[in-house]
């Protein structure tokens, strides 16, 4: 199930707050925000997209270049490994899986806290702004 938050003035205005606050770096218009939380080191950021229902929803991504060094070394992986089983050497593919493995496990975990802490934060402003 895909993570979304409701669009509407209060939470663009919300997010924006963040924005200025300092807890987060990036933009917010009315059909896609982006924001990186701001602390080092983080190469990662979450791009919330409007979708017909109007709701953002929710992606966690590397941001650039570290998107285009992942697929890279992603596509050089399988790369190598396809080499390494025609050749009859099994020690590098269990290797490489292994450590594909560990890195979308890390991946996916960081990709739940960075959004329950924005969500989180849009919540803590819904409590404390006035209606």
Partial sequence: MKQTI???NKNVEILNLLIANGFYNGYVRTEKFELMRNRFPNNHRIIGIANDTGNYEL???????MNIIAKFLLAL?????II???KGNWVIPVVLVVY???VVIDFKLK??????ILTDKL?????TEPN
């Fill in 84 to 86: 390494s089983l025609i």
């Fill in 100 to 102: 594909g493995l560990i």
């Fill in 59 to 65: 992606k966690f991504d590397f941001k650039p270049p």
């Fill in 111 to 116: 990709e739940k806290k960075e959004i329950n």
């Fill in 6 to 8: 409701t669009k509407s």
């Fill in 123 to 127: 919540l803590e402003f819904h409590k």
């Fill in 77 to 81: 992986g399988i790369l190598v490994s």
